[in-house]
Structures are given as structure tokens and as C-alpha cells.
Nanobody, 125 residues
Framework: QVRLVESGGGLVQAGGSLRLSCAAS????????MGWFRQAPGKVREFVAA????????YYADSVRGRFTISRDDGKNTIYLQMNTLEPEDTAIYYC??????????????????WGQGTQVTVSS
């Protein structure tokens, strides 16, 4: 059974940084494209970033491009989201997910097969 566990969330002041981690288990020896999404109270889940299985491409939402960086360490079955220059608008629960095998739909939640439980990020002004 695939399991994703996010960590690294917390409370930070505007302008600060956090690094989220997502550890995957249940798929030893296999690498997949993965992504980060977030959901703020009363809003729909939105795409944040994604990375291809071999890390040769990364995709970002316009709202985070230049501030967030997605990366992966396949030796640890872990992906990361480095978040810099955080803004109060970044406050949300952040989820990692494993993408399906298609090469399209990177920003669509329905194109991701497995999800973690999420980690809360709160940015104070």
C-alpha cells in the first residue's frame, strides 16, 4: 500500500521560509512524478508545484514561481518543497501526491493517484 507522509509545516512570519518534506513508502525501487497542492479554508485545492520522475522538469503555479522550489531525493523516497519569501496568502494545508503515468495534467488534482494527509502552513503578517 502506498503511503505519503508530509512534514515540515508550521507557523512563520511573512518573509520567512519553510521546507516541506514528503516521504513515500510502499513503492520501493520505483520513482514517479510527484506534486504539491494546497488548500486554504473555504477554497478549492490548488496546484503548487510538480516534478517529473527523473527531475528533469519542474512545474510551478504562477503564484509561487520564483519563491518555491520542488526537488526530490530518490534514495530517500522523498520530495521537498522549499518555500521562501512566504506571504500570508500562502497559508493552507499542503499535500503531496503521486501523479498518474500520463505526461499531461500536471496542475489537475484528478491526475494524481495517491495523497498524503497534509501539513499545515500558517504565515502571519
Amino acid at each position: 500500500q502506498v503511503r505519503l507522509v508530509e512534514s515540515g509545516g508550521g507557523l512563520v512570519q511573512a518573509g520567512g521560509s519553510l521546507r516541506l518534506s514528503c516521504a513515500a513508502s510502499g513503492r520501493a525501487g520505483t520513482t514517479y512524478a510527484m506534486g504539491w497542492f494546497r488548500q486554504a479554508p473555504g477554497k478549492v485545492r490548488e496546484f503548487v508545484a510538480a516534478i517529473t520522475w527523473n527531475a528533469d522538469n519542474a512545474y510551478y503555479a504562477d503564484s509561487v514561481r520564483g519563491r518555491f522550489t520542488i526537488s526530490r531525493d530518490d534514495g530517500k523516497n522523498t520530495i521537498y518543497l522549499q518555500m521562501n519569501t512566504l506571504e500570508p496568502e500562502d497559508t493552507a494545508i499542503y499535500y503531496c501526491a503521486i501523479k498518474d503515468l500520463s505526461l499531461t495534467g500536471w496542475t489537475l488534482p484528478q491526475r494524481y493517484d495517491y495523497w498524503g494527509q497534509g501539513t499545515q502552513v500558517t504565515v502571519s503578517s
